[in-house]
Structure formats: structure tokens, C-alpha cells
């Protein structure tokens, strides 16, 4: 049952793509700490090891059109097994939403509004989120290209103006760190930027031109990891092995411009980059979420859980760190072990038992 009547294109896919991918830009610091200078390189190789995963996303919907993966699910793996596998997609859409509204409102908290209750930052949050998911797909469709854009147009602009700041020699030393630390490295960058574009399953069966699916899904991936890159690259050729230490190494880079004492202050454009770049995110996962559950349980529509699941996301965002250091240790240990099963483990069966059962392809309208 197509439950979302909403239809976008595919270059509207190809934005929601980069959005999200630039919508994880605070998450490098739970990878900086692992591999510091050698950050960039993790980046890389994280880059080709989804790239054969986008691949595998894409065969698996050319097997199953017009279909999403709570659909899916039920069609390769029967009713009851396909709906076990459809909640933990379920459970893992929603831990998204949680998880970065808290690291938002710590990062507003803690850089510019140390004065301010955490719990303003997260109702604002939570509030406009359900306001925007409930207008509808287009709605949040429409609004992500001039911020995605808008994200590029800054990155560029800040690694040109701090070129004086950058020094080769803090790319040094190369790859001289633990193989368990680089492969923490990339398991963290694969599975938060780069694997959570396994959402947009929930998006494909609602894009017009299906037709074009793959090639702009593969192009907004290579334009929110060429994003990632350039920021990853420049903070450390800024700031050197002490980047690892940064809380916000794009925030901190930012304070340093200063040309002519008149292009200043430039932390709160990225401040303010970050919170629509994490809100889009969000709004994304509270989508998928909110169509998932609507999918599972055949209602008629999605509108009517999307306040329940941010009314909840925003109580257990509240609960589910009590402290800074475990909210990195959550990211960088846990999350990412866990997300592999939905993101790696899960389509690459389904993929196998398809193509095993020969799986007719539908043909595209």
C-alpha cells in the first residue's frame, strides 16, 4: 500500500543525499580521535567501500520498484520474519533522530549558548521538525537544495581563505597508527555519514523518474563525500594532530579567519550551517520513521506518529547520555557495530536470497 502520495525528482533525491552527508559533519569528531591526521585517508576508503555498497542499494531496488524496505522485507522474507526485520530497521531510523538532536543541542549549548538550558535547544528542535515532516516529502525536498549548495559554496570559500593557515607537514606522520584504530576509523564513517544513506529506501518508490535512480543517487554521493573530504582535509592541514582534540574542529577552524578585521566571526555561519545541516537530517530519519511505522501497521497515513516519535525522541534525548564522554563512546563503539546489520548485513542477504529465488524485475512506469 503506497502510503506517501508526495512525488520528487531525482535531482531532489540527489540533494536530500548531500544534505544528509553534510548533515553528519559533527560526527567526524567521534572519527578524529581514532585516526587524527589520517582522518582524510579513512574518509577515502570509507568513500570505496560504499560505493560498492550504494551499488548493492540499488540492485536490491531494481529488483523490487515501487517498493520501500518495510515492502521488501515482507516479500523476500515472509510475513512474520520480514516483520522482525522491518522493526530493527524501524528501531534503527528512530535512534538516529535522538542521537543527533542531543549532539546538536550539546554543541549549541556548549559553544554559544553555555547559559541556556539543553532543553530549549531540543523542544526548538523537536517542534519545527514535526512541523516540516508533517507538511509532507515535497515540503522537506524543496528546502534542502539552497542549504546543500549554500554548505558547498562555504566550504570552498573558508579552505580558500585559510590556505595561509595550512601546512602539509601536519598531514605527517602518514598511516603511523594502529591497523584497530583505522579500521575503527572507517567502521565509524561507514556506518554514520556514508551508510545511513540506507533511509532513502523509504525514498526511492516516491521519485518519478526511477529511471534515473541509480546515477543520481551515486552523484549525490560523490559530491556529500567530496564535501566531507574537503572539510576533513582542511581542519587537519589547519590544525594539525591537535584536530583530534577538537570538539568541533570546523567550528574551531572558523575563529581563526580574521582578513583585514573585516571577514570575522565566521564560527557562527558554520554554527549555523550545522543546525540546518543536523535539522534537514533529522528530519529525514523522522520521515522514514514516521512511514516505516505507518507501513508496518497499514495506516492509511504517516502524519499521525510523527509527534509521538519526536515527543519521544526528544525525552530519551534528554536521558540517553549523562555525560559528553559517553555520548562519544556510544558513537564510536556502539552505534557503528550495531548499524551494520541494517546497513551492510541486511541488504546484502536479501540481495543474495532475490537474485537465489529469481525475483522477477517489474518494469519502471
Known sequence: MKIEKGVISSTQLMFLIIGLIQGSTLTIAFVNESTEQNTWIAVV?????????????????????????????????????????????????????????????????????????????????????????????????????????????????????????????????????KAIEFIQGVNIIVAIPFGELIVFFMFYPSVKDKNNIRRYSFWGFYIGAGTLLLVSLRNILVLGSIGGLQVQASYQVAKIINIGEIITRMEVLIAALLLTNVFIKIAIFCYATSLSIAQIFNMGTYKHVVSPIMILSMLFSVTMFDSTMREYEFAANLYPIFGLIPQVVFPIISLIIAKAKNVKVEKFS
Open 45 to 177: 576508503v570509507s568513500f570505496i567501500i560504499m560505493c560498492f555498497l550504494l551499488l548493492i542499494y540499488n540492485k536490491l531496488f531494481d529488483k523490487f520498484p515501487e517498493k520501500n524496505i518495510i515492502e521488501i522485507n515482507d516479500i523476500i522474507y515472509g510475513k512474520y520474519l520480514g516483520k522482525i526485520i522491518s522493526v530493527i530497521y524501524i528501531y534503527y531510523f528512530w535512534l538516529v533522530i535522538p542521537s543527533n538532536i542531543r549532539i546538536l543541542g550539546d554543541f549549541f549549548n556548549s559553544f554559544l549558548m553555555q547559559e541556556t538550558d539543553i532543553l530549549v535547544f531540543i523542544i526548538v528542535i523537536g517542534v519545527a521538525c514535526i512541523y516540516v515532516v508533517r507538511k509532507g516529502l515535497e515540503v522537506i525536498a524543496n528546502m534542502v537544495p539552497m542549504f546543500a549548495v549554500i554548505t558547498i559554496i562555504v566550504a570552498v570559500s573558508l579552505s580558500i581563505m585559510l590556505v595561509n593557515e595550512m601546512d602539509v607537514k601536519n598531514l605527517m606522520p602518514f598511516l603511523q597508527l
